[in-house]
């Protein structure tokens, strides 16, 4: 039976199949993306930037067909399935836009005199191995400034969103993309490895689990191959002060709900100073208690199922295993039926550091609420986690936040926002959340080669 399939979450029902590649077929895929490298790494810039404005321009025209896709793969809810793809539309045309100039030769002062340039070209074919719970928009950050670059991609989508990856693919083709430059391959993680392996290809972008970055990059590194890892993420939404708690919360139930909570960089840990931690976790509770999951199709819906029903079960083992430890369920704290991928908003308190929770990533509507006596208490809350993907600090006091952005550990850090990604914004972790970054002008200069041309005179 295929590996990969539709299977909708909101009511459990598989309604497409599709087989896996055959060996052949894979290499194949190979041998085309690395024959598209030799004449796409010579291309003008300006027809790197068109294809791009091109893909950007399709992503706008099937707007609600491609939305819909995604609803029906991972339960996202319509609207923000929407935004997702808008948010798409912005990576490619920053890239279309932006890129001509991120590669532009870099002089270098000589002391020895004479002159000498520093040159950005492509590596060749790059391996994109991407998630299920953003499918356009984790491929897009990889895509876009990799492409533009001159690289050549070869996709390989997490087995729930075949049909995304095929739309994706049918945009390139569409757009004008030359044969072999986007390449979508319905690989098995055996097939993953032996592609890792091929000399033609030279990077690997992944964004995923631990355990998978962890296989990825052993792969990588035994064959001598740069990586990019985009891993998991437990971030602190630090509140310090507050002169409205009402629009703080606000900002809370964002950061930890969009997506379902399904976002390595949402908010997970809320760490609240003593004197408004009573206030906080009441109406947090609150408002978390009075969002209804329900059917993601529907425009109207905040919360969908989680992408599976095995998600679905294993957030809520999780859950329990923190309360027969002692954490406390303030709402939720379950499935919202047996046989379902709906889970209800959580909120846990009293979860402390030697409760397995304390370190893992909870994937789904569920908040860990902490008490910190001071703000330098509540950085140490923040940095005592393996992860070190995003950070949020609450408080009308900038000089404290700026000081203590400083003190946290994480790739990221937000003052007075829970969060968010734009085109232009560096994305990327450091411990277990990952290695390299995404996005901006650092997202082109992961996979290039620096070449140094040198006149002596």
């Not at 091929?198 to 998978?212: K, N």
């Not at 509770?285 to 819906?301: F, K, Q, R």
């Not at 734009?422 to 990327?428: D, H, K, N, Q, Y």
């Amino acid at each position: 039976m295929s590996t990969y399939a539709v299977t909708n979450p909101a009511t459990g029902q598989v309604l497409a199949s599709y087989p896996t590649a055959t060996d052949t077929e894979v290499r194949d895929a190979i041998t085309r993306a690395d024959a598209a490298f030799a004449k796409w790494s010579r291309s003008a810039v300006e027809e790197r930037s068109a294809l791009l404005n091109r893909v950007a321009d399709l992503y706008e025209e099937r707007r609600s067909e491609l939305a819909a896709i995604i609803t029906r793969e991972m339960g996202k809810p319509i609207f923000q399935a929407g935004i997702e793809v808008d948010i798409v539309v912005s990576i490619y045309r920053y890239y279309a836009k932006h890129g001509p100039a991120f590669l532009a030769d870099e002089s270098l002062d000589v002391a020895a005199g004479g002159t000498a340039v520093v040159r950005k070209e492509g590596l060749g074919v790059l391996l994109g191995i991407m998630p299920w719970n953003y499918p356009y928009y984790q491929v897009a950050r990889f895509a876009a400034p990799n492409l533009m670059n001159g690289n050549t991609i070869l996709l390989k989508h997490a087995p729930q969103c075949p049909e995304s990856a095929l739309a994706m693919e049918q945009i390139f083709a569409d757009a004008g993309a030359p044969d072999g430059t986007y390449v979508n391959i319905f690989a098995t993680n055996g097939q993953i490895s032996d592609v890792i392996a091929d000399p033609r290809v030279h990077g690997v972008s992944l964004t995923g689990s631990e355990r998978a970055g962890s296989a990825v990059a052993e792969t990588a590194g035994r064959h001598l191959k740069k990586v990019v890892l985009e891993l998991g993420g437990s971030d602190p939404f630090i509140l310090l002060d507050t002169e409205d708690m009402d629009e703080a919360v606000g900002r809370a139930v964002f950061g930890r709900m969009v997506n379902g909570g399904q976002a390595c960089n949402a908010s997970k840990r809320f760490i609240v100073l003593a004197d408004i931690y009573d206030e906080f976790v009441e109406k947090f509770t609150g408002a978390l208690a009075g969002i209804v999951p329900a059917d993601p199709s529907d425009e109207t819906t905040f919360l969908g199922p989680l992408s599976s029903q095995a998600a679905a079960d294993g957030l809520e083992r999780q859950v329990k295993n923190a309360v027969s430890a002692g954490a406390v369920v303030r709402t939720g704290g379950s499935k919202a039926a047996e046989d379902s991928a709906y889970f209800l908003p959580t909120v846990l308190t009293g979860v402390t550091p030697e409760m397995d929770v304390f370190q893992q990533e909870l994937f789904g509507p569920v908040a860990m609420v902490f008490k910190a006596q001071d703000a330098e208490e509540a950085v140490a809350l923040a940095n005592a986690t393996p992860f070190g993907l995003g950070a949020s600090i609450h408080t009308a006091n900038e000089e404290l936040a700026l000081r203590l952005a400083v003190e946290i550990e994480a790739g990221m850090v937000f003052i007075n926002e829970a969060g968010g990604t734009s085109a232009e914004l560096p994305f990327g972790g450091i411990k277990r959340s990952g290695i390299g970054r995404e996005l901006g002008k650092y997202g082109m200069d992961e996979f290039v080669n620096r070449k140094l041309i040198r006149i002596k005179k």
